[in-house]
T-cell receptor, first 116, second 112 residues
Framework: DAGITQSPRHKVTETGTPVTLRCHQTENHRYMYWYRQDPGHGLRLIHYSYGVKDTDKGEVSDGYSVSRSKTEDFLLTLESATSSQTSVYFC???????????????FGEGSRLTVL | DAKTTQPNSMESNEEEPVHLPCNHSTISGTDYIHWYRQLPSQGPEYVIHGLTSNVNNRMASLAIAEDRKSSTLILHRATLRDAAVYYCILTRALGGAQKLVFGQGTRLTINP
């Protein structure tokens, strides 16, 4: 299994509170991603990172920010959580600096967030 | 971006082969065909990928049509653990991040 750890795995919070989800990898992979999964929408890319301090927006980035201060950690922050951000969040990693990526991503086990 | 079309659901029996189809009629010459699966309450898992030739690995086989407009994921002997949602995704070889676009996939049910 790819060394990806997401924390927390489950969180219940209230509308308006800040929330940070953490993704930690032990694979030294260059690229990291945050996806969310909702019924009827499948998996959608929120943000991704292509290196330390290098990030970019995905398909559904509004309301989210990310940071990557170390290769191994990619944080997803909801500055002020809303009920529409209730979802399952998956972190993924890919690639090394040694070869071209053809599309193999390794996913974490997910973080289930409920915003009341 | 080229899109894929998969049946919403399929059903098979344990210990029988399963053929999961995927249509990608607008595929470009540099697109790779990837398959992922997602078991209940887990993150997606890479299964297999190919470009032009058929591919085999320990999990499955991938058969690619000669015109590359369709492909089939083959599970040779299904087990109950193969019950999952299977996603067919097109990607391009890049020297950068791979922003996978997931569709709805095919929900595979395996009967004992």
């Amino acid at each position: 299994d790819a060394g990806i750890t997401q924390s927390p795995r489950h969180k219940v919070t209230e509308t308006g509170t800040p929330v940070t989800l953490r993704c930690h990898q032990t694979e030294n992979h260059r690229y990291m991603y945050w996806y969310r999964q909702d019924p009827g929408h499948g998996l959608r890319l929120i943000h991704y990172s292509y290196g330390v301090k290098d990030t970019d927006k995905g398909e559904v980035s509004d309301g989210y920010s990310v940071s990557r201060s170390k290769t191994e950690d990619f944080l997803l922050t909801l500055e002020s959580a809303t009920s529409s951000q209730t979802s399952v969040y998956f972190c993924a990693i890919s690639g090394t600096t040694l070869r071209v990526n053809t599309g193999e991503l390794f996913f974490g086990e997910g973080s289930r967030l409920t915003v009341l | 971006d080229a899109k894929t079309t998969q049946p919403n659901s399929m059903e098979s029996n344990e210990e029988e082969p399963v053929h999961l189809p995927c249509n990608h009629s607008t595929i470009s010459g540099t697109d790779y065909i990837h398959w992922y699966r997602q078991l209940p309450s887990q993150g997606p898992e890479y299964v297999i990928h190919g470009l032009t030739s058929n591919v085999n690995n320990r999990m499955a086989s991938l058969a690619i049509a000669e015109d590359r407009k369709s492909s089939t994921l083959i599970l040779h002997r299904a087990t109950l653990r193969d019950a999952a949602v299977y996603y067919c995704i097109l990607t391009r070889a890049l020297g950068g991040a791979q922003k996978l676009v997931f569709g709805q996939g095919t929900r595979l049910t395996i009967n004992p």
